[in-house]
């Protein structure tokens, strides 16, 4: 397991974007699925959208569907988060994680399961409110 470095939070207004970064120093990331989760105060950390190793499976939580794109650039050794329409129930620490994949897809059982990873940064806070 890889331990990953958010960036990119910070406060916006109801209806407004930002785009959260994850990397990570001393390994390729080509070889992990990666999941972004998030988690408000007082409130277990749920998924919200998961890569394949290339980028070609993708995989959402229906409450960020439409408003949110997950996508990488392996050259950069980067995957990102791009939300847009944010919601006050957006609110929360939003944490990146990768699990080595041996296959190019998005396996959803695993993806969207906490206890998949077991190494988790620091995230980074992303608050919506106006």
């Known amino acids: 397991q890889v331990q990953l470095v958010e960036s990119g939070g910070g406060l916006v207004q109801p209806g407004g974007s930002l785009n959260l970064s994850c990397g990570a120093s001393?390994?390729?990331?080509?070889?992990?699925?990666v999941a972004w989760f998030r988690q408000a105060p007082g409130k277990e950390r749920q998924f919200v959208a998961a890569?394949?190793?290339?980028?070609?499976?993708?995989y959402y939580a229906d409450s960020v569907k439409g408003r949110f794109t997950i996508y990488r650039e392996n050259a950069k050794n980067l995957v990102y988060l791009q939300m847009n329409s944010l919601k006050p129930e957006d609110t929360g620490i939003f944490y990146c994680?990768?699990?080595?994949?041996?296959?190019?897809?998005?396996?959803?059982?695993?993806?969207?399961?906490?206890?998949?990873?077991?190494?988790w940064g620091q995230g980074t806070q992303v608050t919506v409110s106006s």
């Open positions: 890569i394949s190793r290339s980028g070609g499976s993708t």
């Open positions: 001393g390994v390729t990331m080509d070889r992990y699925m």
């Open positions: 994680v990768g699990q080595i994949s041996f296959r190019d897809y998005v396996d959803p059982r695993s993806a969207v399961n906490p206890k998949s990873f077991r190494s």
